[in-house]
Each structure stands twice: as structure tokens, then as C-alpha cells.
């Protein structure tokens, strides 16, 4: 004796009504406009990043300039004394002499001057560089903030729709036991078939499909009326399941 309609396929509706939910809730999880922002965020703090190579890379630029600088003054220090020692010395020297000797330390204090101008504009330079990295530095770190803390919402959906999969699984895997196999290997198959939306079984009523509406023939309607309540009936157009009502 066939099963009563209501106790066999029809919790296969319940079963779509399910995936339906799994589907949604995949959907809720993959779209989160969060995930993009992310995406965003991650190439923001990249591009940051670069920006803190090229900075530090221009102080050390501008620290290296400045060690010759440096050098240079020390040596021309070393110069301006070694010749006002020998010109102090008690040597006698003439006129020419003095005048020359006048002369080039002029010259190497001039020099020295120059220098020494060009290494306050340097450190100029190098304060300026050293603000631009810090004000990079701490972009980066407000970028991660909110990184880490938009990762956390994500997480949190994520873990949530886990949980609901988690559950409607269970309650699919309690429907499916009560199911032949064939019926609901056929309904996974025609539901994953493209232009589908994932609808596999519909109800059959007054004769028509409830997915795409055909109008059964009225022999085949009969037919299918008198087929035990567990037999595979599809749509002949859709291919869809049918619950005969
Ligand atoms: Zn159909």
C-alpha cells in the first residue's frame, strides 16, 4: 500500500525551503560590504607602506649628505688652524706672505660658511622627512585599527552563519533519512542545473507546475495522479520534481 502523500515526498518542500535558507545565509555572509572595504584597507595600508620606504629611504639620503658635510667643515676646521698656527708661529713671513695667508683663510672660512648654510637647509630637509614617515607610521597603524576591528565584525557574521548552517543541516539531514535516495539525488541534481535558482521541487497543482507553470496534458496528469506516492515524477518541461497536492 503506497505511503500517504503528506508522510513521504512532501517534506522534500521542507528540504528546499531549507537549502533556500542555507543559500541566503551563505549570501549574508559572502556579500557583507565589509569584505570589500577589507580589501580596500589592505591596499591602502600597501600603498602606505611604500610611502614609509620612500620616506625613510630619503632621510637616510639626506643623513648621508649631511655626514659629508660634516666632514667637509671638520676639514676645513683642521685647514683655518693648521694655517693660523704656522702663521702665529713666530716665523717671520713678509707682506705677500700675510696678505696670501689673509687671503685663503678668508677663502676657506667663505667655504666654510657655504657648507655649513647648506647643512641647516639639510636639517631642514630631514625634519621634514621625519614628519612625513611618523605622519605614514601612524596612518598605518589607524589603517590596521580598523582593519582588525572590521575583520572582527566579519568574523562575528561569519561565526553566526556557521552556526545557522550548522543547524540547518541537521534538521536536512533529519528530512533526507525519511527519503529514497533516488528522489533526493534527483532533487539535488535538477536543483544545481543552471537556470534553476536552485529549485528542484515544486508542487503539482490543478495540473499545472508551480515552478514554471506548464499545463500538463490531461493523460499525463492522470498518469501521474496514479503513480504510488513515492514515485519520481518531473515536470516535463522543467524537470523539476513534482508534490502532487
Ligand atoms: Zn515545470
Redesign the pocket.
Known amino acids: 500500500m503506497p505511503l500517504p502523500i503528506s508522510s513521504s515526498l512532501s517534506s522534500l518542500l521542507e528540504i528546499q525551503e531549507l537549502d533556500f535558507a542555507a543559500t541566503a545565509a551563505q549570501k549574508r555572509s559572502d556579500s557583507l560590504p565589509e569584505r570589500n572595504l577589507l580589501i580596500k584597507l589592505s591596499a591602502r595600508i600597501t600603498r602606505s607602506r611604500a610611502e614609509l620606504a620612500a620616506a625613510q629611504a630619503e632621510q637616510k639620503q639626506i643623513e648621508k649628505e649631511e655626514e659629508a658635510l660634516g666632514a667637509s667643515v671638520a676639514e676645513l676646521n683642521s685647514a683655518i688652524e693648521a694655517a693660523d698656527v704656522e702663521r702665529y708661529s713666530g716665523k717671520r713671513i713678509d707682506r705677500d706672505e700675510a696678505s696670501e695667508h689673509d687671503t685663503e683663510q678668508a677663502k676657506r672660512r667663505g667655504e666654510k660658511a657655504a657648507i655649513e648654510e647648506k647643512e641647516m637647509e639639510l636639517l631642514e630637509s630631514m625634519e621634514a622627512a621625519e614628519d612625513k614617515a611618523a605622519k605614514i607610521d601612524a596612518e598605518i597603524k589607524e589603517i590596521h585599527a580598523e582593519g582588525v576591528s572590521v575583520q572582527s565584525g566579519v568574523r562575528a557574521v561569519e561565526a553566526e552563519v556557521a552556526a545557522e548552517l550548522e543547524e540547518i543541516a541537521k534538521k536536512r539531514m533529519a528530512l533526507a533519512t525519511g527519503l529514497p535516495g533516488e528522489i533526493m539525488a534527483a532533487y539535488d541534481r535538477v536543483r544545481a542545473q543552471k537556470g534553476k535558482a536552485g529549485r528542484g521541487v515544486?508542487s503539482l497543482s490543478e495540473g499545472s507546475?508551480?515552478?514554471?507553470?506548464?499545463k500538463l496534458p490531461s493523460l499525463e496528469f492522470t498518469r501521474m495522479r496514479d503513480e504510488p506516492a513515492d514515485a519520481l515524477i518531473q515536470?516535463?518541461?522543467?524537470?523539476?520534481l513534482?508534490i502532487r497536492e
Do not use: K, M, N, V
Open positions: 515544486t507546475c508551480g515552478a514554471c507553470s506548464i515536470c516535463p518541461q522543467c524537470r523539476r513534482l
